[in-house]
C-alpha cells in the first residue's frame, strides 16, 4: 500500500487508514473479530489506526490496545479528545485540567506510553485556543504524544491555531480530520487550499457518506440507518435528490468497471491535499472489500463526471455538515439581545 508523509511531521502514513469508531458497542461488540479486522489491516499494508476516547466511551481504545500488543511499534496510533465523556461539563473540552486527564485515560486503554498523533476531536468555544494548545505543547514535550492536530474545525479556525501556535510558541496542530466525500464536497473551497499553505496533513473521514455510497440496495436497512433514521428517510427532499445523485454515482462506477465504494474512497484519495483516508468497517466483508480499492485510481474522465454530478466544493445535503454550524449561529442566545 502506497504511503504519504503526515504533514511535517515526518511520520510516513499508509493512504488508507482504519478507523476505529466501528468497533465495540457503537458498532461491532464483537472483541475477538475486532482485533482481527485490525490485523487483517496492518497485514494489507495499513500502518495507521485512528480511534477516539469517546468511540463505545473507550471501547474502542481498548480493543485497538488489544489489537496492537507486540506490534504497537509497527502502527502511528492516533486518538481524539473533548467530546464528552461524562454528564459532567469538566469532563469534556480543550481545557488543560481535561487534556491531561484525558491522555492518561487514553494511553491506559491504549496500553501505550505515547500517542503518535493527538487530535481535538471538535473545537471548545469556551476554551482559548492559547490553552488548549499550551496543554498540548506540554504533552509534547512530555514526551507522552508525538504531534497535535485537530478535527472538523472550520477553516478560520485553522488559520487562527496557526497564528496562536506562532504567536505564543506553541507547538501547532500538524493536521486536519474533515468530513469528505463526493456528496460533502464543501472543504475544496477553502479548508483544504489552507491546510496546504500551513504545510498540514490532512486525514478524511466518511468517504461512503454514513453508508449512501456502499452500494446497498436498500439504504434504510443498513446499521447507520438503524442509528440515525432521519438521515436515510427517504421522503425529505434532500434525501431524495441525494439518492438521486447516488443513482447516478452508481452507474458512473458500473461504467468504470468497479464498485460504487471503490470509486468513492478513490476520489477522495485523488486530491493532492489529502494525506490519507479512514475507513470505518463493522464487518470482516466491508474491510476486504474497502482494503481491495488500495491502488485504484480514477481516470480525468471519471473525474470530469464526478464533477458534473456533484460540482467542486458543494454538498448534496447541508445537514451532512452540521457539526460546522458555529455557536453563534446555532445558539440563538448568542444572537439577541
Do not use: C
Not at 442509528?227 to 436515510?232: C, D, I, R, W
Request: hydrophobic fraction near 40%.
Amino acid at each position: 500500500m502506497k504511503r504519504r508523509i503526515l504533514g511535517g511531521t515526518g511520520m510516513s502514513v499508509s493512504e488508507l487508514a482504519l478507523g476505529a469508531m466501528m468497533f465495540g458497542a457503537m458498532g461491532n461488540t464483537d472483541h475477538d473479530e475486532s482485533i482481527r479486522m485490525i490485523h487483517t489491516a496492518l497485514d494489507a499494508g495499513v500502518n495507521f489506526v485512528d480511534t477516539a476516547d469517546v468511540y463505545s466511551r473507550g471501547e474502542s481504545e481498548e480493543i485497538v490496545g488489544k489489537a496492537l500488543k507486540g506490534r504497537r511499534d509497527d502502527v502511528v496510533l492516533a486518538t481524539k479528545f473533548a467530546l464528552p465523556m461524562g454528564p459532567d461539563d469538566n469532563h469534556r473540552g480543550g481545557s488543560a485540567r481535561w487534556i491531561k486527564r484525558a491522555v492518561e485515560d487514553s494511553l491506559r486503554r491504549l496500553g501505550t506510553d505515547h500517542i503518535d498523533l493527538y487530535q481535538m476531536h471538535r473545537p471548545d468555544p469556551d476554551t482559548d485556543l492559547d490553552e488548549t494548545l499550551s496543554a498540548l505543547s506540554e504533552l509534547v514535550r512530555a514526551g507522552k504524544v508525538r504531534a497535535i492536530g485537530s478535527s472538523t474545525f472550520p477553516t478560520e479556525l485553522i488559520v487562527e491555531a496557526q497564528w496562536i501556535a506562532d504567536k505564543r510558541g506553541h507547538h501547532r496542530f500538524r493536521t486536519e480530520q474533515p468530513r469528505y466525500s463526493i456528496l460533502t464536497r464543501t472543504i475544496e473551497a477553502a479548508m483544504l487550499p489552507a491546510a496546504q499553505r500551513h504545510g498540514m496533513g490532512v486525514l478524511t473521514y466518511g468517504p461512503l457518506s454514513s453508508g449512501w455510497l456502499s452500494g446497498r440496495t436498500d439504504l434504510t436497512g443498513g446499521h447507520r440507518a438503524t442509528l440515525s433514521p432521519q438521515a436515510f428517510d427517504l421522503t425529505t427532499p434532500a434525501n431524495q435528490a441525494r439518492a438521486q445523485v447516488v443513482q447516478l454515482l452508481t452507474e458512473l462506477a458500473a461504467e468504470a468497471g468497479m464498485p460504487l465504494t471503490h470509486l468513492a474512497t478513490a476520489f477522495v484519495r485523488s486530491h493532492p491535499a489529502v494525506t490519507s483516508v479512514l475507513i470505518g468497517p463493522r464487518r470482516p466483508e466491508q474491510l476486504d472489500d474497502l482494503l481491495a480499492s488500495a491502488d485504484v485510481e480514477l481516470s480525468e474522465d471519471v473525474l470530469d463526471r464526478i464533477d458534473e454530478i456533484v460540482p467542486p466544493g458543494t454538498e448534496i445535503n447541508p445537514a451532512d455538515n452540521y457539526v460546522d454550524v458555529p455557536p453563534a449561529i446555532a445558539d440563538k442566545r448568542l444572537r439577541r439581545r
